[in-house]
């Protein structure tokens, strides 16, 4: 039974990042967009932990392959996307909707052909921004949204969808003593240290304080195991 449990690990935080994506569409639908924001960010914690969760547990699975296809579709292409419509594109009705609509579509194509990739090509380099990226650019992009001019916002909402399903190569950290996104994640918490520093904390979700230094944490030993390991070798 232990052992059952152990095994399903990964695949709860999996959900768990699928989850931060249906709240983030619920909180932009409110009009929370910082809100939003925070809990596709949160999402890419989890999406960052639950890979190689799997592994230290010896829990890989196919199961578990495809449900992080499903719930990243979710939070970093579907969530963004409703985020993106409602902060500057609903002024376009209709048509900023179909735009809108697009950040997924490209998602969906990336995340299809990454599937079907040579899983050995996988671990050196990633064809295309992965979705789990674009979607939190998107989010910061959002977080700071006051700041950034629409225009530009646009012009990287464009280009990411494109780049999502280019043929570009982009190093893969996988095998760095980090989890993936390690750079995105350091912004994301720069950007919560700035927001408390402004004093508006309490309009955030109470799930970032638990978040949070649970990462750190899980940061800090991933990064300790990485280096015993080559402390030994």
Same mark, same amino acid.
């Not at 650019?137 to 001019?149: Q, R, V, Y």
């Given at each position: 039974m232990r052992l059952r449990f152990t095994k399903s690990i990964p695949n709860l935080v999996t959900q768990g990042n699928l989850y931060c994506g249906f709240l983030s569409i619920g909180f932009a639908a409110?009009?929370?967009?910082?809100?939003?924001?925070?809990?596709?960010?949160?999402?890419?914690?989890?999406?960052?932990?639950?890979?190689?969760?799997?592994?230290?547990?010896?829990?890989? #699975?196919?199961?578990?392959?495809? %449900?992080?296809?499903?719930?990243? $579709? +979710? @939070?970093?292409?579907?969530?963004?996307?409703?985020?993106?419509?409602?902060?500057?594109f609903y002024q376009f009705d209709l048509l900023g909707l179909a735009i809108a609509g697009l950040f997924p579509l490209f998602g969906a194509f990336r995340l299809a052909r990454f599937n079907i990739s040579s899983p050995k090509s996988s671990m050196n380099y990633f064809v295309g921004v992965p979705i789990t990226a674009a979607g939190g650019?998107?989010?910061?992009?959002?977080?700071?949204?006051?700041?950034?001019?629409n225009i530009v916002t646009t012009v990287i909402f464009t280009a990411l969808c494109f780049l999502m399903v280019s043929k570009i190569r982009?190093? #893969?950290?996988?095998?760095?003593? %980090?989890?993936?996104?390690?750079? $995105? +994640? @350091?912004?994301?918490?720069?950007?919560?240290?700035?927001?408390?520093?402004?004093?508006?904390?309490?309009?955030?979700?109470?799930?970032?304080?638990?978040?949070?230094?649970?990462?750190?944490?899980y940061l800090a030993y991933i990064f300790v195991k990485g280096k015993n390991k080559k402390d030994i070798d």
């Open positions: 409110n009009g929370q967009f910082k809100n939003a924001a925070i809990l596709i960010l949160i999402g890419m914690m989890l999406d960052s932990m639950d890979g190689r969760l799997a592994r230290m547990l010896k829990a890989d #699975s196919a199961l578990g392959k495809e %449900l992080d296809s499903l719930a990243d $579709i +979710v @939070t970093f292409g579907v969530a963004p996307s409703f985020l993106v419509y409602y902060t500057y650019i998107m989010a910061l992009l959002t977080l700071f949204g006051d700041k950034i001019p982009i190093p #893969s950290l996988k095998e760095v003593p %980090l989890p993936k996104y390690g750079t $995105i +994640v @350091t912004i994301f918490l720069g950007c919560l240290l700035y927001l408390i520093y402004k004093g508006t904390y309490g309009q955030f979700p109470y799930l970032i304080y638990i978040a949070a230094p649970m990462y750190i944490a």
